[in-house]
């Protein structure tokens, strides 16, 4: 028997890209520049190359438009919606779970009534999705995709099934670590955040180009979630708590960097 | 309190985000509708298959939407806010009404927001509509620009509609804005 995929030839080895990951985050510890999270130009991930941007972004004031950001309500979401296991005929394969937070801006406020939206992989680390090959099974209970409004102090919450790892072709046997996407709106334009959430103490951390796009640790921790004992329930699911916060610009007065305003 | 960073959206956002009638801001043909829409490209000019493009605008009188029903469109609520995916050769196209501007005498434009595969983190740009030549050379982001990087911004007109693609990389890349902060007060 001899299942083992033969690497293709043009794959790094994951020491390649660890090293670069390394060499990239020491370069930007030592010049000591707060910069954009994440890098938007990053090697280690091999699809950014023809995808970034390379000049840097241009600061505008917002505009009317920009103040503001669209509204979603009760009609455009049911509450059924935020209960990842129920969109088939039985329960789905996996560790049940609970994914809930706070949505805030930088200040502290909470996002009230807006929309929460997230897609992932099952338990076993497959998408329900055309461009998925991993060869591990879907399963016919769970599709993965949710959506909720917050309430009005700014909590969302979900019920799931936690996530499997899964590899992908970036470079030879790359695994990505666990993780839900999410797609959050705030109150202005700005705030708009597509992201994804990790579980703790995930040993492929340190292997991920995608995650190690943000290369300051102390932002890193904050895609991580915490284990919640209060979110567990009594005989039924785990719990996970993940607190969100969105920049953007409401309140934020910047330094004129020396032109006349 | 420090911001949570993004991340890529990933290749398999094609059954999170996308729904029914996300592009289509009002139903097409509809009175006033326009095709809104173009190709986002990468720095060799191919298009990408895997982006989703989101807009934000006022509508024809300069008035913000602040109605529900994005999700589920009743086919007469404008809620100024559509999503669409782009197609294999990197098109994306909206159905959707010409916003006005929102000051009199503004520019009126698109907020617009990108995401790839690929592309680590959301980009935000404007699309502004050609027409009004003294408001685009008045628009306090157009002047802050130099003259070969304007064009990036402005949409062209044309039998169906507006065209606006979307350069993530190359010489004439298109702008990105860093809307993160005020300057003037
Ligand atoms: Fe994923």
């Excluded at chain 1, 890098?39 to 991930?45: F, G, N, S, T, V």
């Excluded at chain 1, 991920?208 to 904050?222: H, M, Q, V």
């Excluded at chain 2, 050609?130 to 990087?149: G, K, T, Y």
Aim: glycine share 10%.
């Amino acid at each position: 028997m001899n299942s083992t995929p033969v690497p293709a030839p043009d794959l790094e080895p994951q020491e390649a890209i660890s090293a670069r990951i390394a060499a990239i985050e020491a370069a930007h510890r030592a010049d000591g520049e707060g910069r954009p999270q994440p890098a938007l130009d990053y090697p280690p991930y091999r699809s950014s190359a023809l995808r970034h941007p390379t000049k840097d972004l241009h600061h505008t004031d917002p505009e009317t438009i920009e103040r503001e950001a669209p509204c979603f309500g009760d009609r455009d979401v049911d509450p059924l919606e935020a209960d990842l296991t129920i969109g088939g005929a039985g329960e789905p394969i996996g560790e049940r779970m609970i994914i809930a937070g706070r949505v805030t801006d930088a200040e502290g406020r909470p996002v009230r009534r807006q929309l929460v939206e997230v897609w992932q992989a099952n338990a076993g680390g497959r998408y329900v999705h055309k461009r998925d090959r991993h060869p591990a099974p879907l399963d016919p209970n769970f599709t993965g995709a949710g959506r909720c409004l917050t309430d009005d102090d700014g909590y969302y919450r979900f019920q799931t099934i936690k996530p499997g790892p899964y590899p992908w072709r970036n470079h030879h046997n790359a695994w990505r670590p666990a993780h839900i996407h999410f797609s959050l709106f705030g109150t202005e334009f700005a705030q708009r955040l597509v992201t994804q959430m990790y579980f703790p103490g995930d040993p492929l951390f340190a292997l991920d180009p995608i995650l190690r796009s943000i290369t300051d640790p102390a932002d890193r921790e904050l895609l991580v979630a915490s284990y919640d004992h209060d979110l567990t329930t009594h005989e039924w699911a785990t719990g996970y708590r993940w607190d969100i916060v969105l920049g953007g610009s409401r309140g934020t007065l910047m330094e004129n960097e020396g032109d006349e305003a | 309190m420090r911001a949570t960073p993004g991340q890529t959206v990933g290749p398999f956002f094609h059954y999170g985000l996308p729904y029914d009638g996300d592009r289509d801001l009002v139903p097409p043909g509809s009175v006033g509708a326009v095709r809104f829409g173009g190709r986002v490209l990468d720095g060799t000019g191919a298009g990408l298959q895997d982006a989703l493009v989101e807009i934000w605008q006022a509508r024809p009188d300069g008035t913000v939407p602040r109605e529900p029903g994005s999700l589920r469109r009743d086919g007469w609520t404008f809620t100024g806010f559509g999503r669409a995916s782009t197609g294999r050769d990197g098109r994306y196209a909206f159905s959707t009404l010409e916003p006005g501007p929102t000051e009199p005498g503004g520019a009126a434009f698109f907020a617009v927001t990108v995401f790839a595969r690929g592309l680590m983190d959301r980009l935000f740009t404007r699309a502004y509509l050609p027409d009004d030549a003294a408001a685009l050379a008045a628009d306090p982001l157009l002047s802050s620009l130099p003259e070969e990087r304007r064009s990036t911004l402005v949409a062209r007109r044309d039998a169906r509609g507006l065209t606006f693609d979307i350069r993530l990389q190359g010489a004439d890349e298109t702008v990105f804005l860093d809307l993160s902060g005020y300057r003037r007060p």
